[in-house]
């Protein structure tokens, strides 16, 4: 069963993109979506067009270190 987190993001989050590339979500409101396995999917944007699939412990470590703040 996926849960949809509401959430702000309030410090950049580095994360390794395809290719190996280092992307960053920005600040901002975002939706955290907890997906089967041990990854969750950040979505971001005015209208929800970005996202990023995390594993579940980097998005642990950014709420624990304050970049990420679930609402609900």
């Known amino acids: 069963m996926m849960h ?3 959430a702000r993001v309030t410090g950049p989050i580095t994360f390794t ?3 190996g590339r280092k992307r960053t979500i920005p600040a ?3 939706l955290v ?3 089967e396995g041990d990854l ?3 979505i971001w944007g005015p209208a929800g067009e970005k996202s990023a699939v995390l ?3 980097e ?3 950014a709420e624990r270190d304050g ?3 679930l609402l609900d």
């Open 4 to 6: 949809t987190h509401t």
């Open 17 to 19: 993109g395809p290719r």
């Open 28 to 30: 901002g409101p975002c």
């Open 33 to 35: 979506e907890e997906r």
């Open 40 to 42: 969750v999917d950040l």
């Open 55 to 57: 594993p579940t412990t």
């Open 59 to 61: 998005a642990e470590r």
């Open 67 to 69: 970049l990420l703040v």
